[in-house]
Structure formats: structure tokens, C-alpha cells
């Protein structure tokens, strides 16, 4: 009987003790890791009206897609230097996720596709001295016309990669944390 | 020479045997035998075979002669050496049999064969209650020992998958889930030494969380017939029991594995101490530590695993009842492939098309991200007692802690902050009772559970599955009866009464487009702004019935057919999931609009019991209402790219498969065993082919074993067939192509094409002074095939892994 005195007092224990959950509720989630803007800015050298390019998508991976702005025409023949940022929105202030990318240079690069409408090349280097595209240099085609611009930040992409340091993406692998389109314009 | 017990006592002189032990020891005693002479030495051999009634070798069956110790080998044979002359006591012990004890007269080598007789009524296992092996209208599947020890450092899943009929749904090569009937997840419940184990089971990546070594016995239960279990077993149920020997005997194991892919080992142990009245008790643990697998071509960078587990119980044998106290814990790290983790469906597409990963790293023990890292606690108190002669009343309490983390490849300081963090706890209480009076056994029971799952808001991604409580009560009842010694039948109803009460958070925008707004307004509790906070409530009265009967056609053939009706509430991830899969880069929506699911499986089984040659033939038919699956529904744009959308729906489906299962052992030294398995599943709602079906799959085993040493070699074919029947969800997206955005067309349903394997297993026992030792020796994927499964959620991305030498040393002590 001792025995089964020692049972009971062990399961009442351990009843005891599982019994208390924790009903807490939990609040929204902060999504600080969301890129929800991506911005490229670029300003011709020598001065000049810069033109920036906008992709917010404010609900994040809700249903709802991206807004994308672009503040008006490249010149022909013009050089510009482009500075990329990405912003979470979600955050309260906003938060600069250009920052990190920039500390985490090593495991990032931002690709330029476009559709002929100039020539791009890398202005940064990570701290191996391979490119990182968060400042670029953009030469405007001398023939006007219409194109697409789509700017690709990976994540862990392979530098080393035949092409990668030149900005060419089909190599690189990794994984996409930011892709967005924009319809420019180069009169 | 054999020895045997009586079949055929009845139940209830049996259920006071083993209370009162003392008649059930008969001694034997065996004169000077056989081939042995009558020479001087003073140590000898004994060896021969242990079987069940019908010659079915026993596997592992345990056996004591003097202060010396041995196990059977696969086909049921032992021996044992240095035993010495004169009369020396000898137990034989199988769990789900009835011990032997017998004396044995050692004036020489000495052979003896044994046959065991089943067990019919076991008072510390409910599980194994109906264990009258010739009456049971519900057939299991078992593993034998042998299997079990073989995966020792491989999954539950792994095990499985020699069953025919069970195939299995992975991630990559560790995590491994059963799928039987082509079903799988919530709809095949696990039950772990008499509790259902709840472990996040719900995701298609999350296998069970535990540790196969702890496993005493594996068996498999197709289709919903066990209710008292649940009534909502659509695709079956898969039983594990631990160690359990009613003899006074202390003894214990110890396996160690290594493996040339993945660079590694496990090294499992276990102590057992039997009884049949006072103490007894088991404990056990297991280490796993491995790099990364290899496919034939490249290695899986990030794919190694490691695993902590412990298992322990103590149970105190009184005169008319039992109590126990166990607990277990599963501890996994477990590493995803890095080339599975994609942004966007530009990314996927570059995997499809590429054919092999672009993460080439060189091999590594590192687990970085994408990674899981599971915890599972399991504590259990049972307390049984045999009310009368006839009838006996089991009451168990069981608490489970489940803390699943994954990884997901995170910027900055999130790198180290789990994306997932989820802990569920859950409280079960169950009843049971159980008479058995002339050829009749009634079983009643009730069952309650309160389950709490926490989604932690520190991950910073909105959870994938929300905070909720559960509560559960089921009753049931099942009545068998033997109406004469050849035609039994069985007929069962459980009512089952669930409430859930979830906390969840939703985007308004996705709230506004999954057209809840104005249907579900009173579930919402709180504005924040960009988002609704809802209070989602859902209640449920399920009716599960099962009816089986079982009848004996002639000496060599029985025939079961079962009819059973089940009922499957949707789970969590079907009713809230909510966001990005990285995986397999699509959003996949939950809808708080599904229903239960409704399911009525017909089937049969074949029995064919010759002394060279066994079958198991099962037939079934499977209709489901309201199946819930996953269905492609259209593509959403963010600022990550593009994404395919799947959300969850319901259809009728109808599936209609065959198992089969064949022994013939050729000559005594070759045996041939053969696994066929083929389900036909439609969509009937969609007239298409149902999604996710195993392949038509053929195994062929060729096993040659000799006396000598219990050498066995083995040699083992496995094909499966391309999947010509699946659903076209193919779909086109936009993909970056200099710079233009394309529609790409993106082939995601197009099966891979079948495949073959061969595999080799060998092994041999031996003497190591006191303990009997064996070496196992065999080779996976021999001929080193690239392949992918069409069940394996990788398949886009990498092979499946290449050949794989394993060598294993066991010692039983």
C-alpha cells in the first residue's frame, strides 16, 4: 500500500505542476525583418533633378501589391549615380534595412536587370572586395526609348560565381529577399 | 523435440495465471537429448527456435538459462554457449507472449525448439487487451525486432516503410512522416506507449517526435477500426509500446551504429528489468550525431542531424492491479537542405530548372539554418486494477510538452531568433474498462483533453499557426464476440464533442480578400490599425462507428473485413495558416470555413498460413467527404516577387488501393518476401487524380541464413513507379528575364520518374564471454542511384541521398 501512497503522491505532483498555462495573449507580431519599400535614387552628376524609383507594398506578403512610382525620365546619354535603400515601413519610425545589408555585405548583392536602356556598374565593395550594389553607376543609353529596370537584392548569393562580380545574376543562387519591376523611360 | 502450452484455455483461467503466477510455472524436465554425447565436458551449447503457433519465428525473444543471456535471431533462432551441466532453469520470454519456464538437463549440447503461445490478456497494457491474435477483427501490421533495431539510427518513418502500404513523405532524408493508404499527418495518429502523440503533427514537415529506439514493438493499424484511440483516424494508426516482460528477469541492450553518409553514428542503450509482481522498470537513451548526407552527385550542405533522447518507466505489480509512472523525452536538431530555401518563384524556377542545388559547400557536422530544433516531453501516470475475475478498469493521466523552433536564413540578429517558436501543451485523461465474460468482451471508455498551444510574438514573422486552446471528451464503446471458434465479429461507437478557441492576429487586407469580412465579424476583438485581432471559436460532434468481422475459412486461411466510419476535424494549419512557405516559396491560406471531413473505408484481408508460405492480401476503398488538401488558386505579388497561392478546399474524394504482403521460404536456408502497394485516389468533386498519391511501389527480398552463427544475408529491391496520375497545377508566373518581366511557366506537378534501388544486409551473432553480440553489416543504394520521390517536399531542388555503408554492432545482455 506504501507504494501506491507514493504513486498518487507523485501523480497529484506532477498534475500540480503541468497544470498552470500560460494565458498570456500575445500582441501583433513586429515584423521588423519585412522589406516593405525599396528605393533607388539617382542623381545625375554635376546636379540636376534625381530620379527615384519606389516599390512599397505595405502589407507585406499580404494579398495586396506592391505601389511602384517612378518620378519621371532618365536623359539620354546622362550619367547618374544611383543609391539603393530598403526600408521596413511596418516599424514605428521607419527602419533602414540598407544599414544591415551594409554590415552584412559579404552575404548580400543587388542585381540591375534591364532591357538595354544603359550600362550599370557597381560603385561598393563588401569588405572581401567583391561588389554589393547598394551604390551604383548608371550610364543612360544615348537612344531613347522605353524599358524596364528590375533591381534584385539576394540573400547568400555566390560572389565567386562566374559573372556574379559583374552584376550578372544567373549564377549568383541564394535566395531572393527583394525583387521589383519598374517601366522607365530614357528621352 | 518442442515444446508447447495449451492454446485454447480460456480467458478468464488465463487472466488468473498471471495474477497468481505460480501455476503457470511448469517444469519440464529434459533428459539427456539428442545429438549431444555424453561426454565429460562441463559446459555445453543449447540452441533450436523460438516460435509463435503456426511456426512464425520469433524474433528477439528473450532468453535466460542459468546466469547466461541471448536473443533470437530473425528467424527465430538462438543458441547459447558455455552453459553449464546439470539442471539449469530457462526462461523464454516474448512480449505478447506467454513466458516459459522450464528446467533443462545439461549433459551435452542440447537443441531445443520452442513454441510460444500468444498472450490473451495482458493487465498492464491496454493496448495489447485484445491481443487474441485469432479472434481480432482489426489486423496489425507488426515490425519485428530486427526491423526496429536495422533503423536504430533512422525514424520511426524509415521503419514504417517496410510495412506494404506505408510509403513515406519526407523533407530531405531525416525528417520522414508514414503515409498509409496514401494518408498522412493528422489523418495517421501515432499513439506512444498509449498516448496520442501531440507534436505539431499537422505539418507535412514535421515527423513524429520520437525516439524509435524506445519502441518495444511497432504495429500499424490500417484505416479507423481501433476507436478506442479516436475516432478520427482516416488513413490508420501507427502503435508503439515500449519494453514489457512479465518475468523476473534483468537485462539490457545496446546498439551502435555508424554511417558513411552523413559521417556519423547513434549510439542507443537500454536497461530492462521485468517482473510479474513488484518492481519493474525500463529505462533507455539514445544519441544520434551526423554531417551532412550526400546525394550520388554533391553534398546536401546543411543536412546533418543530431538527437538526445531519453525513456524511462516503473511500474509496481500488485496482486489485482498495476501502477506506473514514465516519462520520455525526444531532443532533435534537425538541418533542411540550404538549397531548399527560395525567395520567390524566380528562384524556384531557377532550382527546377537547374536541376541540382547551386549551394555546393564542401561536407560539414555545422547545422546552420534553415534548421528545426524539437522538443517533446512525455510524462505519464497508469494505474490499472482487475475489478473481478472478468473485468478491469484502467485510468491514465499523460502530459505533453512540445517546443518546436525553426530557423529560417534571417538577416542581421534575427539569424539566431527562430521564425517559428511554438510550444503546445496537452493534458489527457482516459478511462477505460473491460469485461470479458463467454466469448464476449465488452470495452468502454472515456477520454477528455485540454490542449494549449502558445505562438511566440518574439519571432518577428507572423506566426504561421495562431495561440489556441483545445478541449477534447470522447466516449466509446466496443463489444466483440466469438459466436464459435471460427467466426468472430466486432462492432464499435465513439462520439466525440471538440471546442477550439484561437487567438489571431489578421492582416485586413488578407482578412478582405479571403472574403471574411461581414461573415466572420463577431469573431473580431480588437482594431490595430493594419490589423483585425479575432477570437475564431469552433465546436464539434463527431460519430465514429466501426463494425469487423473475422472468419476462418480453412486451416490455412482467415478472412477480416471492416467497415468503419470516421470523422476528422480540420486542424489548425487547415482552419489559420496565414503566410509565406519558405520551402516551397508559395503562400498557403487557411479558411475558416472548413468543414470536417467524413470518411467510410471499406476493406478486407487475406490471411494464408502454410508452414513455407504466408500472404496478407487487404483490399480497401476509401471515401472521403470534404477532404481537405491544398489547391493552387492564383498568384499574389509582393515586393519579394512573385508567389503562387494555395488555399485550403474540399472535395470528395474516392481512393481504392491493394496490399500485399508474401513469406515463402524456398528452402531453410532461402526466403523470399514481397511488398506490393497501389492506391487509385480521385478528385470526384474535380474529376481529376487526388494530389500527393504514392507511386505504385514493389519491394523483393531475397534472405539467405544459415545456423552457423545466425548468419544472414540479405539482399533487398525496391522499385516505385513514375506517378502518371496527378493534378495539372501548373501555373505561369513572372520572372525577370533582362529585365523584362516574362510569364514563365512553372512546372510544379509533373512527378519524378520511378526508380530503383538495391539494398544489402547482412548480420551474424556471437559469443562475447556472458553476452551475445551481433555485427550487422549493410549497404544502402548499392549501385549509388541519382533519384528523386515524388513524396519528397525536396524533390525540386536536390536528389535524394546516395549509397550508404552501415555497420552496426549490437550486444543483448
Redesign the interface.
Known amino acids: 500500500m506504501k507504494n501506491l501512497k507514493t504513486l498518487t503522491l507523485v501523480l497529484i505532483t506532477m498534475i500540480t505542476f503541468s497544470s498552470c498555462s500560460d494565458d498570456d495573449s500575445n500582441g501583433p507580431v513586429n515584423e521588423e525583418e519585412v522589406i516593405t519599400t525599396v528605393s533607388a535614387t539617382f542623381t545625375p552628376q554635376g546636379g540636376g533633378t534625381p530620379v527615384v524609383l519606389i516599390s512599397r507594398d505595405l502589407d507585406g506578403d499580404g494579398p495586396d501589391a506592391p505601389v511602384v512610382s517612378v518620378s519621371g525620365p532618365f536623359t539620354a546619354g546622362t550619367i547618374y549615380e544611383g543609391a539603393i535603400h530598403f526600408l521596413n515601413q511596418l516599424a514605428s519610425p521607419a527602419e533602414d534595412i540598407t544599414t544591415e545589408i551594409q554590415q552584412e555585405g559579404d552575404e548580400h548583392q543587388v542585381f540591375f536587370q534591364h532591357s538595354g536602356i544603359g550600362t550599370i556598374a557597381y560603385l561598393d565593395e563588401d569588405m572581401n572586395g567583391n561588389p554589393l550594389g547598394l551604390s551604383v553607376l548608371y550610364t543612360a543609353t544615348t537612344t531613347p526609348g522605353a524599358g524596364s529596370m528590375t533591381i534584385t537584392l539576394r540573400h547568400e548569393p555566390n560572389k565567386t560565381a562566374e559573372g556574379v562580380a559583374n552584376g550578372n545574376i544567373a549564377n549568383a543562387g541564394g535566395s531572393t529577399d527583394a525583387q521589383v519591376n519598374f517601366s522607365v523611360v530614357v528621352e | 523435440m518442442s515444446l508447447s502450452f495449451g492454446e485454447g484455455v480460456r480467458v478468464r483461467s488465463e487472466a488468473m495465471l498471471i495474477l497468481y503466477p505460480n501455476p503457470m510455472r511448469i517444469y519440464i524436465l529434459l533428459l539427456a537429448l539428442l545429438a549431444g554425447s555424453w561426454c565429460a565436458h562441463s559446459q555445453h551449447t543449447i540452441s533450436g527456435k523460438v516460435a509463435a503457433p503456426n511456426n512464425i519465428p520469433l524474433d528477439g525473444a528473450h532468453i535466460h538459462i542459468g546466469l547466461l543471456h541471448g536473443s533470437s535471431a530473425p528467424d527465430g533462432s538462438y543458441e547459447v554457449h558455455n552453459v553449464a551441466s546439470g539442471e539449469q532453469h530457462m526462461y523464454i520470454s516474448y512480449i505478447g507472449y506467454k513466458t516459459m519456464d522450464t528446467l533443462v538437463n545439461m549433459q551435452g549440447d542440447v537443441r531445443l525448439d520452442i513454441v510460444l503461445s500468444p498472450e490473451t490478456m495482458q493487465l498492464e497494457e491496454v493496448v495489447l487487451a485484445e491481443t487474441k491474435v485469432s479472434k481480432n477483427t482489426v489486423h496489425e501490421q507488426r515490425l519485428t525486432t530486427e526491423t526496429i533495431e536495422k533503423y536504430s539510427n533512422a525514424s520511426l518513418g524509415d521503419a514504417l516503410k517496410e510495412v506494404a502500404g506505408v510509403y513515406s513523405l519526407r523533407t530531405g532524408s531525416t525528417l520522414v512522416k508514414p503515409v498509409i493508404n496514401g494518408l498522412h499527418s493528422s489523418r495517421v495518429p501515432v499513439i506512444s506507449n498509449n498516448v496520442r502523440l501531440e507534436d505539431q503533427q499537422w505539418g507535412t514537415e514535421h515527423a513524429p517526435n520520437l525516439d524509435i529506439n524506445s519502441a518495444g514493438r511497432v504495429s500499424v493499424i490500417k484505416g479507423a477500426s481501433a476507436l478506442q484511440y479516436g475516432g478520427d483516424a482516416i488513413g490508420g494508426l501507427v502503435l508503439v509500446e515500449p519494453v514489457s516482460v512479465l518475468q523476473d528477469t534483468l537485462f539490457g541492450k545496446t546498439i551502435l551504429t555508424t554511417d558513411s553518409n552523413g559521417r556519423g553514428g547513434s549510439l542507443s542503450s537500454s536497461i530492462h528489468k521485468g517482473n510479474y509482481s513488484g518492481w519493474a522498470w525500463n529505462a533507455g537513451g539514445t544519441f544520434k550525431y551526423m554531417g551532412d548526407r550526400e546525394a550520388p552527385d554533391y553534398v546536401l550542405s546543411n543536412t546533418g542531424n543530431r538527437e538526445a533522447n531519453f525513456a524511462g518507466d516503473v511500474k ?1 505489480l ?1 496482486n489485482d ?1 498495476d ?1 506506473s ?1 514514465s516519462y520520455s523525452f525526444y531532443n532533435a536538431t534537425i538541418g533542411i537542405a540550404k538549397a531548399t ?4 518563384v ?2 524556384l524556377v531557377r532550382a527546377i530548372n537547374n536541376g541540382q542545388p ?2 555546393a559547400a564542401p561536407f560539414t557536422y555545422t547545422i546552420g539554418a534553415p534548421r528545426q530544433e524539437v522538443q517533446h516531453h512525455l ?1 505519464k ?1 497508469n ?1 490499472n486494477k482487475q475489478l473481478s475475475d472478468d473485468a478491469s478498469l484502467s485510468l491514465q ?1 499523460a ?1 505533453q ?1 512540445n517546443n518546436r523552433k525553426e530557423f529560417d ?4 540578429d ?1 539569424a539566431n531568433v527562430p521564425a517559428l517558436d511554438l ?1 503546445l ?1 496537452t ?1 489527457s485523461l482516459n478511462a477505460d474498462w473491460k469485461k470479458v465474460t463467454n466469448g464476449t468482451e465488452y470495452k468502454t471508455g472515456i477520454s477528455t483533453s485540454a490542449q ?1 498551444n ?4 518574439d ?5 504561421l499557426i495562431p ?1 489556441y486552446d483545445k478541449y477534447d471528451a470522447g466516449v466509446y464503446g466496443i463489444v466483440s464476440h466469438s459466436f464459435s471458434n471460427s467466426l468472430s465479429a466486432e462492432a464499435g461507437l465513439r462520439y466525440d464533442f471538440s471546442h477550439i478557441s484561437a ?1 489571431k ?1 489578421y ?1 485586413k ?2 482578412w478582405n ?1 479571403l472574403g471574411y469580412n461581414g461573415v466572420y465579424d463577431h469573431f473580431i476583438i480588437k482594431d ?1 490599425v ?2 483585425w ?1 479575432t477570437n475564431p471559436r469552433f465546436t464539434y460532434h463527431n460519430v465514429s462507428a466501426s463494425l469487423g468481422i473475422r472468419k476462418k475459412l480453412s486451416l490455412k486461411y482467415d478472412l477480416l473485413a471492416n467497415a468503419g466510419l470516421a470523422m476528422r476535424n480540420p486542424n489548425p494549419s487547415e482552419l489559420f495558416s496565414d ?2 512557405h519558405h520551402s516551397n516559396g508559395t ?1 498557403e491560406l487557411g479558411n475558416l470555413g472548413i468543414e470536417k471531413e467524413k470518411a467510410l473505408k471499406l476493406s478486407a484481408t487475406l490471411l494464408k498460413r502454410e508452414s513455407n508460405f504466408r500472404m496478407e492480401a487487404t483490399p480497401y476503398l476509401n471515401a472521403i467527404r470534404d477532404f481537405i488538401y491544398l489547391s493552387p488558386t492564383g498568384v ?6 512573385t ?1 503562387p497561392v494555395f488555399n485550403y478546399r474540399q472535395d470528395n474524394v474516392l481512393m481504392a488501393g491493394l496490399d500485399l504482403h508474401t513469406d515463402w521460404d524456398i528452402t531453410g536456408h532461402f526466403r523470399h518476401s514481397f511488398n506490393f502497394a497501389y492506391v487509385h485516389a480521385d478528385n470526384t468533386t474535380r474529376k481529376e487524380p487526388l494530389i500527393d498519391m504514392p507511386p505504385l511501389n514493389i519491394s523483393n527480398t531475397l534472405r539467405y541464413s544459415l545456423d552457423w552463427h545466425s548468419l544472414f544475408l540479405e539482399l533487398r529491391s525496391e522499385a516505385v513507379f513514375t506517378q502518371t496520375r496527378y493534378p495539372d497545377n501548373n501555373f505561369y508566373a ?1 520572372v ?6 516574362v510569364p514563365t511557366y512553372v512546372d510544379i506537378s509533373t512527378p519524378p520518374p520511378g526508380y530503383h534501388l538495391l539494398h544489402f544486409t547482412s548480420g551474424m551473432q556471437f559469443a562475447l564471454g556472458k553476452t551475445l553480440a551481433s555485427l550487422g553489416f549493410s549497404v544502402n543504394n548499392i549501385f549509388n542511384t541519382a533519384y528523386r520521390d515524388y513524396l519528397n517536399r525536396q524533390r525540386f531542388y536536390t536528389d535524394d541521398i546516395g549509397r550508404n555503408f552501415q555497420l552496426q554492432l549490437k550486444f543483448n545482455y
Open positions: 509496481y500488485g492491479y501502477a509512472v530555401h527560395i525567395g520567390n524566380a528562384d547551386d549551394v510524462a501516470a494505474f493521466y502530459f510538452l536564413m534571417r538577416r542581421g534575427y510550444v501543451a493534458h494549449f502558445n505562438a511566440s510574438p519571432t518577428g514573422v507572423r506566426p495561440t487567438m492576429y492582416q487586407t488578407r480578400s490595430t493594419s490589423q485581432l503566410g509565406l503562400i499574389e505579388y509582393t515586393i519579394r516577387g508567389f513572372d525577370p528575364v533582362n529585365g523584362e518581366l
